[in-house]
T-cell receptor, first 119, second 110 residues
Framework: GAGVSQSPSNKVTEKGKDVELRCDPISGHTALYWYRQSLGQGLEFLIYFQGNSAPDKSGLPSDRFSAERTGGSVSTLTIQRTQQEDSAVYLC?????????????????FGPGTRLLVL | GIQVEQSPPDLILQEGANSTLRCNFSDSVNNLQWFHQNPWGQLINLFYIPSGTKQNGRLSATTVATERYSLLYISSSQTTDSGVYFCAVEGTSGTYKYIFGTGTRLKVLA
């Protein structure tokens, strides 16, 4: 597609429910990133994928969070047993490629985000 | 872990004015990015700049890695420059993980 898309754009859920957030990167982009932005706060890096592989999952806030990517394209971020502190905007970005530890020059293109509210 | 501090936290400018935003970081980094988040929440990558100086139109950035800071210059500011500017650094641990500053909120008045 023309840009990074995310769905749903808004999600309201009850505490304890599971939610699944979806990211469609720009076609041909091998690297994909998930970030979280809590209300009035800065950005928090969660996880990245190079292809279908996520080499470092330590940025995920807890074991209730998981992410996967299939076919080198769509990625889903799943939050199990949601808590009120999970309320935030979840942003996805993609870039052509990424070489961790090197001075990557690939621009990240961001989606519009999913606004999650846990009641 | 690496600490990233940005200053000033808030800035109000009259259209046409110039400004300098600063990002200090506490350790060696592999990479540094500047982002702009517009008032509608859309994030745009402005610069990848682990060292040296880059320019893109009215924006330029300089990173002095040995002194652990980066500066973002905005010249002849426009109302469309309003939003939040974030600095993010990638550490040298060998895995990709960007740490963000808390941002500088800029408002440009017409």
């Amino acid at each position: 597609g023309a840009g990074v898309s995310q769905s749903p754009s808004n999600k309201v859920t009850e505490k304890g429910k599971d939610v699944e957030l979806r990211c469609d990167p720009i076609s041909g982009h091998t690297a994909l990133y998930w970030y979280r932005q809590s209300l009035g706060q800065g950005l928090e890096f969660l996880i990245y994928f190079q292809g279908n592989s996520a080499p470092d999952k330590s940025g995920l806030p807890s074991d209730r969070f998981s992410a996967e990517r299939t076919g080198g394209s769509v990625s889903t971020l799943t939050i199990q047993r949601t808590q009120q502190e999970d309320s935030a905007v979840y942003l996805c970005a993609s870039s052509l490629w990424l070489l961790a530890g090197a001075a990557s020059q690939e621009t990240q293109y961001f989606g519009p985000g999913t606004r999650l509210l846990v009641l | 872990g690496i600490q990233v501090e940005q200053s000033p936290p808030d800035l109000i400018l009259q259209e046409g004015a110039n400004s300098t935003l600063r990002c200090n970081f506490s350790d060696s980094v592999n990479n540094l990015q500047w982002f702009h988040q517009n008032p509608w929440g859309q994030l745009i990558n402005l610069f990848y700049i682990p060292s040296g100086t880059k320019q893109n139109g009215r924006l330029s950035a300089t990173t002095v890695a040995t002194e652990r800071y980066s500066l973002l210059y905005i010249s002849s500011s426009q109302t469309t420059d309003s939003g939040v500017y974030f600095c993010a650094v990638e550490g040298t641990s060998g895995t990709y993980k960007y740490i963000f500053g808390t941002g500088t909120r800029l408002k440009v008045l017409a």
